[in-house]
């Protein structure tokens, strides 16, 4: 997000001395701001004293903040469910009767070499039920 030129004080103290009277076209000139963006501050910000205003923007950066944390364990969480699908599907085509849990070994290089060491996600309990819902407890501790 682009950061304003203005203080939320100084949007604040325009917005006071268009509400005492003064032509919002002297404003303007006078901060060098356009008549539209003028007016987008006073129906956002319309009203509110400049601790209002900044506890506004805080908010407003705290939301985008989480939307990205957000996405990315979106992201993170579908690459999972994709691995753990690839895994369980090469499991049931193969021939020699070895379940995925003998493959242990292979999931946990996969792992590795793809999100970093799975020993990260196994340790941290919001990923290992995610992750891990139902393995036995060999694969966990198989290094």
Known sequence: MR????SETQIGRMLKDAESGRPAS???????ISS?????????????DAFDVRRLKELETEH???????????????ALKDVIEKSCQASRASTSGQSMFGRSSAL?????EHMGHANDYISNPV??????????????NNQ
Not at 64 to 73: D, G, V, Y
């Open 36 to 48: 539209t963006t003028f007016y987008k501050w006073k129906a956002k910000f319309g009203g509110m």
């Open 108 to 112: 946990l290089r996969y792992f590795s």
């Open 127 to 140: 990923y290992s039920n995610a992750l891990f819902f139902g393995l036995p407890g060999r694969i966990r």
């Open 3 to 6: 950061k304003s030129r203005f």
């Open 26 to 32: 002297d404003i303007c000139r006078e901060n060098g």
């Open 64 to 78: 985008s903040r989480l939307k990205q944390m957000f996405a990315e364990l979106s992201l993170e969480n579908q």
